[in-house]
C-alpha cells in the first residue's frame, strides 16, 4: 500500500528498519537509527493527539523529542491535544 501511495514521488521512499531489526520495535530505537543514517536530516514525528497521552510512558519519550519535532494531530471527532505532556519532554 505504501508503495501505491508514494508511487512516482522520488522525495519519498519507503523504510524496512522496523522489519529488518524483527523484535519488539521501539520508536526511540528507529529514530536514533535514521538520524546515524542521515546525519544532516531533520527529523519530524507526526502522531495522533491520542497517541500524545500515552507518550510520556513511552520508551525514552525525551530522546524521541531530541531527534524528531513531534507533530501532533487532533484526529476528527477526537478532543484538542493536551499540549502539557509535552512541556517536559521538549529541549
Given at each position: 500500500?505504501?508503495?501505491?501511495?508514494?508511487?512516482?514521488?522520488?522525495?519519498?521512499?519507503?523504510?524496512?528498519?522496523?522489519?529488518?531489526?524483527?523484535?519488539?520495535?521501539?520508536?526511540?530505537?528507529?529514530l536514533?537509527?535514521?538520524a546515524?543514517?542521515?546525519?544532516?536530516?531533520?527529523?519530524?514525528?507526526?502522531?495522533?493527539?491520542?497517541?500524545?497521552?500515552?507518550?510520556?510512558?513511552?520508551?525514552?519519550?525525551?530522546?524521541?523529542?531530541?531527534?524528531?519535532?513531534?507533530?501532533?494531530?487532533?484526529?476528527?471527532?477526537?478532543?484538542?491535544?493536551?499540549?502539557?505532556?509535552?512541556?517536559?519532554l521538549?529541549?
Open positions: 500500500m505504501l508503495q501505491l501511495a508514494i508511487g512516482g514521488q522520488e522525495a519519498f521512499r519507503i523504510s524496512t528498519i522496523e522489519l529488518d531489526r524483527g523484535g519488539i520495535s521501539y520508536t526511540v530505537d528507529t536514533n537509527q535514521i546515524t543514517d542521515l546525519p544532516a536530516a531533520e527529523l519530524y514525528f507526526l502522531m495522533g493527539a491520542d497517541s500524545l497521552v500515552d507518550m510520556p510512558k513511552w520508551r525514552e519519550p525525551q530522546r524521541i523529542c531530541e531527534l524528531a519535532l513531534p507533530l501532533v494531530v487532533r484526529r476528527q471527532g477526537s478532543p484538542e491535544p493536551r499540549w502539557n505532556l509535552l512541556a517536559g521538549l529541549s
